[in-house]
């Protein structure tokens, strides 16, 4: 995508202090766009992120805000509206997890499981909601949802969480009918990606071998950085792709082809 394809246009990215929602906000600020940087808990790391978005030259605006909580989701789409007067661009980026094999049924409690589909799932819908009219005003609204293959696929760091991103998919393709033909709404599924989250559960050691034994089992034999993810949800985001809605684009080094046909 070219610089300044986004000029003039507003987007708000949820879950965007660190990681893949970091690299995303800074690739639609060096396009021209104006972001609402959100954090739930890391407010340090979302300035930083908002200081690198001044300097690509556009404007940046942090909120706090846990999308699990309407109130918040309400509260990020009047800072975007009261500050530049329009939202262009929503990605849904941030999400949860709690760590469990699929074959430990106690692992997960029904507290588990609430607080991770209202994160990965009731999240995206309320944010969706929240700014479905200004979304809607200039007839080009795009919603990105960053969903994982683990949805696709039914693996992943916990069943939980296999099936809340099994159900943002869902919600990406039921929203894609209703919001048409003035918003486009489309998910990528990444697989396993190199961010500094890993590093920071489990050490850099920990994480390097994790993501090696990662690209062994693909058949790209590498990894996704969080640049990499972010350059598709830019490309849904973005006037190439005007004619696509309802898609999920796996981004996962051929994963999901190694596990067909395997028990999980």
């Not at 954090?39 to 930083?48: G, H, L």
């Not at 980026?93 to 699929?102: P, Q, R, W």
């Not at 909601?129 to 949805?151: E, F, I, P, Q």
């Not at 792709?241 to 596990?259: A, C, Q, R, W």
Request: with cysteine.
């Amino acid at each position: 995508m070219e610089q300044g394809k986004l000029k003039g246009k507003t987007a708000i990215v949820t879950g965007s202090a660190s990681g893949i929602g970091a690299a995303v906000a800074l690739g639609l600020a060096r396009r021209g766009a104006d972001v609402v940087v959100n954090y739930s808990k890391n407010e340090t790391d979302a300035k930083a992120v908002a200081e690198q978005i001044v300097a690509a030259g556009a404007r940046a605006l942090c909120v706090q805000g846990d999308v699990a909580k309407d109130a918040d989701c309400q509260k990020l789409a009047k800072a975007a509206l009261d500050a530049w007067g329009r939202i262009d661009i929503l990605v849904n980026n941030a999400g949860t997890t709690k760590f469990a094999a699929h074959t430990d049924l106690a692992a997960l409690s029904a507290e588990d499981w609430q607080t991770i589909y209202g994160v990965n799932v009731i999240g995206p819908f309320q944010m969706m909601r929240a700014c479905l009219d200004a979304l809607k005003a200039h007839g080009d609204g795009a919603v990105v949802n960053v969903s994982s293959v683990a949805g696709v696929m039914g693996v992943g760091s916990s069943i939980a969480y296999a099936a809340s991103k099994g159900a943002l998919n869902t919600l990406t393709l039921s929203l894609a009918r209703a919001f048409a033909p003035e918003i486009r709404v489309n998910a990528v599924c990444p697989g396993y990606v190199a961010t500094p989250w890993f590093s920071g559960r489990f050490g850099d050691a920990n994480a390097d071998r994790i993501a090696q034994q990662q690209a062994d089992a693909n058949p790209l034999k590498r990894v996704a950085t969080a640049d990499d993810i972010a350059d598709a949800v830019l490309f849904l985001a973005g006037p190439e792709s005007k004619n696509v809605s309802g898609e999920f684009l796996l981004i996962d080094s051929g994963m999901h082809l190694s596990m067909t046909g395997t028990k999980r």
